[in-house]
């Protein structure tokens, strides 16, 4: 049966499976729901509350599957779409809800949208569902603007005629025209289409892309226009609406996430307005470094655009798009400022690892939704010795290899010591679609369950924990007075996170008692790199607001029962940093 509280993608745990590197259930080496239908047991126990499938529709996956020929029939690779509905069903029957993801940027090169308009002479109707234009030059021969393509090289193609299409992705990822009616009302009846199959929310790729300026202006590269010619017009919202007026019209709380990458807070904030979006994903969060400050401004930035239009939150640490956190966190920048992806041979990958524990207990203690990447729950770092042969992403071929792509994080996930896979293929299968690092034995998911200090542990601890702690879901956060490079904040009465990026041992706060933490505390101190999650006394009333005072535990609740590390005492100095009484 289908939970269907009230809201619940305001403080829902979302992992994304990326299907072809999930579980592979027919031993071609590939992922697949046949794999995915296998493992629902594995997120029903992790303790997440919906999973979002990046794309299973058919496709030839020039771009690993957000290349889209049919968003109403699933690829052979990953099975059918009987099997799809199963799988919804099964998913329900765990308690999980399922989010698909729709591509509205453009379609594969082998929809068939984009064949007949191949074939349909210039300025046909079929031409008008996407971008054709003349090119410049005597003969037509230059593209009919300088845009470049986000994965490399120009973002135009020339067909036959000579006309050129745009693409501001792979040239097999043709733009379509959203000024065209036809594209809305296709796509308002895809939203329909999986959510009759019983799918609660939408992925919306390249949210803020779709819409252009009609009059495709250049523009210079080197700095970010405003207004852009692409990226967030007006128009979008009028999209947005439409979509979330399809969601509206179910009895049940059907969302809608954006995937909007825009560097300005107030900016973002408008696709969440009560008409539009209900939640994006936080990539200014993603992208910034570990470092107390920086998060501290982030998490305010953040929370303060989205209290303005009434949206929740939510915090992304890693994707399929982006360098694994337990890498960047082993780094010297920590933050995505040099660049996404990079190749580095600097990593100090344990470093990395105690860094992600502690931020999966920050980022799970936060107000809001909270999205875990596959793997991300057994630390897996990203993989960065990928052979040139065996790599598959386009952004790594249409740079030359300047840009490693993202494969690194798309390796396929390692459960056991079954097969050669790592229990990701049955036995005697093909090789997985890339290779896995024999490093990757060690941190294999049944390896990780049977040890109680695993990352697979923490995870499935704080998930626990996150579930039941009504403060975690309903109140707000408030800082406490707490040293620079100490990040701690209390929810609700008496939870309180505290997470210390600082290079020497803290004192935690005066009566805490432990319910989770990601390393040992070590003399009652909080270790480097360390979070925590304490059950505290109540704030006497009247307190100065951001100087919490702590309270002798005479009148609370007992802390609960073994939970993760355990509810124990924390010994703490008198001097505690974190609401010592002042
Ligand atoms: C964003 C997706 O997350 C990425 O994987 C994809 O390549 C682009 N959009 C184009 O669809
Ligand atoms: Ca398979």
Redesign the pocket.
């Known amino acids: 049966m289908t939970p269907r509280t009230t809201d619940w993608w305001r403080h829902a745990a979302i992992y994304q499976v990326y299907p072809r590197s999930f579980a592979d259930g027919n031993g071609d080496g590939i992922g697949d729901l046949a794999g995915v239908r296998s493992r629902l047991d594995y997120l029903r126990r992790l303790g997440i509350e919906a999973v979002w499938f990046s794309p299973w529709y058919l496709s030839p996956m020039a771009?690993?599957g957000?290349d889209v020929t049919d968003f109403r029939q699933i690829d052979p690779r990953f099975g059918t779409l009987a099997e799809a509905e199963k799988l919804i069903d099964e998913a329900h029957q765990y308690g999980i809800r399922v989010i698909v993801d729709i591509?509205p940027?453009?379609v594969s090169d082998e929809h068939a949208w984009f064949t007949a308009a191949r074939n349909a002479a210039p300025g046909s109707p079929e031409r008008d569902l996407f971008w054709f234009r003349d090119g410049r030059g005597e003969q037509g021969e230059l593209p009919p603007n300088e845009w470049q393509s986000i994965f490399g090289g120009p973002a135009w193609t020339r067909v036959p005629d000579g006309q050129w299409y745009l693409h501001l992705?792979a040239p097999e990822?043709p733009d379509l025209n959203w000024r065209n009616p036809l594209v809305r009302d296709e796509y308002e009846d895809v939203l329909r289409f999986w959510f009759d199959r019983g799918v609660d929310g939408i992925r919306v790729?390249?949210a803020a892309m779709c819409s252009k300026d009609p009059a495709l202006p250049d523009y210079d590269h080197t700095v970010f226009p405003d207004p852009h010619p692409y990226v967030d017009l007006d128009e979008n919202h009028d999209i947005y609406r439409g979509w979330r007026a399809v969601a509206d019209s179910y009895p049940d709380q059907r969302a809608l996430i954006g995937?909007v990458w825009l560097a300005d807070p107030a900016r973002f904030a408008r696709y969440l307005r009560a008409d539009e979006l209900h939640t994006a994903f936080n990539f200014d969060f993603l992208g910034c470094g570990w470092d107390a400050p920086a998060l501290r401004v982030c998490i305010d930035r953040t929370l303060a655009a989205h209290t303005e239009v009434e949206a929740p939150s939510t915090w992304v640490l890693s994707?399929?798009?982006v360098t694994r956190h337990v890498t960047r966190y082993g780094r010297p920048d920590t933050s995505t400022a040099a660049g996404i992806r990079q190749y580095n041979p600097v990593v100090d990958e344990d470093l990395g690892r105690r860094r992600a524990r502690a931020a999966a207990l920050l980022t799970m203690a936060l107000p809001g939704a909270v999205y875990i990447y596959q793997g991300e729950e057994l630390g897996l770092p990203e993989v960065e010795d990928i052979p040139a042969d065996r790599r598959d992403d386009p952004i790594y071929h249409r740079t030359q290899g300047r840009d490693p792509g993202?494969d690194g994080c798309r390796v396929p996930l390692p459960w056991d010591e079954s097969t050669e896979s790592y229990g990701f293929s049955p036995a005697g299968a093909e090789r997985p679609w890339l290779p896995q690092p024999t490093s990757w034995a060690r941190l294999n998911a049944a390896a990780q369950e049977s040890d109680p200090t695993s990352v697979l542990r923490l995870y499935r601890s704080a998930l626990a924990l996150r579930a039941t702690e009504s403060a975690l879901r309903d109140s707000p956060m408030n800082w406490l007075d707490a040293p620079e490079e100490v990040l701690a904040f209390t929810r609700g009465d008496d939870f309180t996170c505290m997470i210390n990026l600082s290079g020497a041992a803290m004192p935690l706060p005066r009566d805490g008692a432990v319910l989770v933490s990601s390393q040992p505390l070590s003399d009652g101190l909080l270790p480097p790199d360390t979070g925590v999650w304490l059950r505290t006394v109540r704030a006497v009333p009247g307190a100065v607001p951001g100087r919490r005072v702590l309270m002798p535990a005479a009148d609370r609740a007992p802390a609960p029962g073994n939970v993760g590390e355990g509810a124990r005492r924390a010994a703490v100095p008198a001097n505690s940093p974190v609401g010592g009484a002042g």
Request: aromatic fraction near 14%; proline fraction near 0%; charged fraction near 35%.
């Open positions: 771009d690993a957000y591509v940027n453009h992705f990822q790729d390249s995937e994707n399929h798009d993202r």
